[in-house]
């Protein structure tokens, strides 16, 4: 695939890729917060875990 071949493909998807709606974009922050919340949850639960199991060991 040379740059010219590259070039072209990147103008055809340009083409048909459309701005997302207000509808789109709040479902994608809603995913991306919901996400980070969970994640961070998950992270506390195990810090707290690990700090009670590792708490009489030196």
Do not use: C, H
């Amino acid at each position: 695939m040379g740059v010219g071949d590259f070039i072209n493909e990147s103008r055809r998807i340009l083409k048909l890729s459309t701005k997302p709606s207000r509808e789109e974009i709040w479902l994608s922050t809603k995913v991306s917060l919901l996400a980070m919340v969970l994640v961070g949850m998950l992270s506390f639960i195990i810090q707290v875990l690990m700090t009670l199991l590792t708490a009489n060991w030196g």
